[in-house]
């Protein structure tokens, strides 16, 4: 398949630019970040909305997406600048990522996981203990993934599910690392392994378990395995509702060799960060703030006649659209609000109170996402619902944001009412 423009862009000059989601002086962003927003939202304008339709129609990986984002700096958004990358910080990437979302959902999927492998071994584990030689190490390990993105475009991956309780945080990982001489022998399986035959490197979750150990979460590693070493395979079909884009098919690790400086943490951080920096597991979320904020942009252009492709007619005049659109933007600016302010107070050691709004905004963003989707679909009507438009597509990949592990709605929720209610430790014995 070939990928092309939407039919409706005669050409690329003739867009007007979107406005921010988040104006950088109304929300007191510095020149540097609202650089790097607007280059992470151009790019999703001009260029990768044109392209979402046929990539979700085919389930097919946004290759060309990724080849722009390298050439625009953005597979090293948040590496460090002396490693040629664009040094983006938490908040930076997040609203970034927004902007990608509001475009192509997909793209900002799984961009999110391979921006990922970067942030949680850079600024987050910058901020986690670690003896010095053991830093200098994971400072010399992370160099060289830094380099493979920066000079060759390298993508990685971050597969954890496995189907199990594992990915929720319950229990340690099923899929196994032995210590042998020089790495480890992993085995297992991973399902929903997003950018699955596409990524150059998969970031595995996985317990180190030496002979007769009992698995536990503390022994986490996080491992980056080459596609192509030998006992990786891709197995499965991907033809989801939604986020077709990201390929999601389940991988399997048959006794794979993986050398001791795959790893993308050292050993323990991995679990220190999950226990301190929760604000890592609310990356998932900036996508459904982007598609939140496409599903209110294409409603007021379509009921101002103005979506590109469709009769000029205006339907702005009844009351009960304007009352809808009243509401969109209400629940989008409150989205928005929580959101904001939780992707810029992540750091090591929040309170609960940051904590406890983490879940908040996670869970706004997510479902919100598809309740101004839904709200669209019916408010614009039947003509707007059609495959030719983006907000069917919009609708269907909004829906997939609760499901995503280990924040999903549910366990939102779960994590909200108990621990509001019960300190830790507390029990009702
Ligand atoms: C488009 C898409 C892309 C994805 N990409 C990736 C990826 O790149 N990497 C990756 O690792 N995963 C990825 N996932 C997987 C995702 O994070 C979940 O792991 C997956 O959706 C879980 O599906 P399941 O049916 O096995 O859920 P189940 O584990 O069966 O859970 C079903 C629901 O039950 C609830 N639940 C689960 N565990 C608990 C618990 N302990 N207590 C209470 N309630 C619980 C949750 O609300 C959950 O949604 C992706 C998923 C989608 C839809």
Same mark, same amino acid.
């Given at each position: 398949?070939?990928?092309?423009?939407?039919?409706?862009?005669?050409?690329?000059?003739?867009?007007?630019?979107?406005?921010?989601?988040?104006?950088?002086?109304?929300?007191?962003?510095?020149?540097?970040?609202?650089?790097?927003?607007?280059?992470?939202?151009?790019?999703?304008?001009?260029?990768?909305?044109?392209?979402?339709?046929?990539?979700?129609?085919e389930a097919k990986f946004?290759?060309?997406?990724?080849?722009?984002?390298?050439?625009?700096?953005?597979?090293?958004?948040?590496?460090?600048?002396?490693?040629?990358?664009?040094?983006?910080?938490?908040?930076?990437?997040?609203?970034?990522?927004?902007?990608?979302?509001?475009?192509?959902?997909a793209?900002?999927?799984?961009?999110?996981?391979?921006?990922?492998?970067?942030?949680?071994?850079?600024?987050?584990?910058?901020?986690?203990?670690?003896?010095?030689?053991?830093?200098?190490?994971?400072?010399?390990?992370?160099?060289?993934?830094?380099?493979?993105?920066?000079?060759?475009?390298?993508?990685?991956?971050? !597969?954890?599910?496995? $189907?199990? +309780?594992? &990915? =929720?945080?319950?229990?340690?990982?099923?899929?196994?690392?032995?210590?042998?001489? %020089?790495?480890?022998?992993?085995?297992?399986?991973?399902i929903f392994a997003s950018l699955s035959g596409?990524?150059?490197?998969?970031?595995?979750?996985?317990?180190?378990?030496?002979?007769?150990?009992?698995?536990?979460?503390?022994?986490?590693?996080?491992?980056?395995?080459?596609?192509?070493?030998?006992?990786?395979?891709v197995v499965g079909d991907w033809d989801p509702?939604?986020m077709r884009g990201t390929v999601s098919r389940t991988?399997?690790?048959?006794?794979?060799?993986?050398?001791?400086?795959?790893?993308?943490?050292?050993?323990?951080?991995?679990?220190?960060?999950?226990?301190?920096?929760?604000?890592?597991?609310?990356?998932?979320? !900036?996508?459904?703030? $982007?598609? +939140?904020? &496409? =599903?209110?942009?294409?409603?007021?252009?379509?009921?101002?006649?103005?979506?590109? %492709?469709?009769?000029?007619?205006?339907?702005?005049?009844?009351?009960?659209?304007?009352?809808?659109?009243?509401?969109?933007?209400?629940?989008?600016?409150?989205?928005?609000?929580?959101?904001?302010?939780?992707?810029?107070?992540?750091?090591?050691?929040?309170?609960?109170?940051?904590?406890?709004?983490?879940?908040?905004?996670?869970?706004?963003?997510?479902?919100?996402?598809?309740?101004?989707?839904?709200?669209?679909?019916?408010?614009?009507?039947?003509?707007?619902?059609?495959?030719?438009?983006?907000?069917?597509?919009?609708?269907?990949?909004?829906?997939?944001?609760?499901?995503?592990?280990?924040?999903?709605?549910?366990?939102?929720?779960?994590?909200? $009412?108990?621990?509001?209610?019960?300190?830790?430790?507390?029990?009702?014995?």
């Open positions: 398949m070939t990928v092309q423009p939407s039919k409706s862009v005669t050409s690329i000059d003739e867009i007007d630019p979107d406005a921010p989601i988040f104006d950088p002086a109304a929300f007191r962003l510095n020149g540097e970040q609202a650089a790097i927003i607007a280059t992470a939202r151009e790019l999703g304008q001009r260029v990768f909305a044109g392209r979402a339709a046929a990539y979700d129609r946004p290759t060309e997406n990724y080849r722009d984002l390298h050439r625009a700096g953005l597979l090293g958004i948040a590496i460090p600048k002396q490693h040629g990358g664009l040094g983006a910080d938490y908040q930076t990437y997040a609203l970034a990522a927004a902007e990608i979302g509001r475009y192509c959902g793209t900002a999927l799984t961009w999110n996981m391979h921006v990922c492998s970067t942030l949680w071994s850079g600024p987050l584990a910058d901020d986690l203990e670690m003896d010095d030689a053991t830093r200098a190490e994971h400072e010399r390990r992370r160099a060289v993934h830094y380099r493979r993105i920066v000079a060759d475009g390298a993508i990685y991956s971050q !597969p954890f599910s496995e $189907g199990g +309780a594992a &990915a =929720a945080g319950g229990v340690a990982f099923g899929t196994e690392a032995k210590p042998i001489k %020089g790495g480890w022998l992993v085995n297992g399986k991973k596409h990524a150059d490197y998969y970031g595995v979750l996985c317990t180190e378990i030496a002979e007769g150990e009992k698995a536990s979460r503390r022994n986490t590693l996080y491992l980056a395995i080459p596609a192509k070493t030998a006992g990786v395979s509702l939604g991988l399997l690790f048959k006794d794979v060799f993986v050398a001791e400086d795959a790893a993308l943490m050292p050993r323990g951080v991995y679990f220190q960060a999950a226990m301190r920096w929760p604000h890592m597991f609310l990356t998932l979320s !900036p996508t459904y703030v $982007g598609l +939140a904020q &496409a =599903a209110y942009d294409f409603t007021v252009r379509y009921l101002r006649g103005e979506v590109p %492709g469709t009769p000029p007619v205006k339907r702005r005049m009844y009351p009960t659209k304007q009352i809808a659109v009243a509401q969109m933007q209400i629940k989008l600016e409150q989205i928005k609000a929580i959101w904001f302010q939780a992707v810029s107070e992540a750091r090591a050691n929040p309170t609960k109170e940051q904590v406890l709004r983490a879940y908040a905004a996670q869970y706004s963003a997510m479902e919100g996402a598809n309740e101004l989707s839904t709200l669209a679909i019916r408010t614009c009507g039947g003509q707007a619902m059609l495959k030719s438009l983006p907000l069917e597509r919009i609708y269907r990949d909004s829906r997939c944001g609760s499901l995503m592990l280990p924040w999903t709605a549910e366990l939102c929720l779960d994590r909200i $009412g108990r621990e509001a209610l019960y300190a830790t430790g507390e029990t009702d014995d």
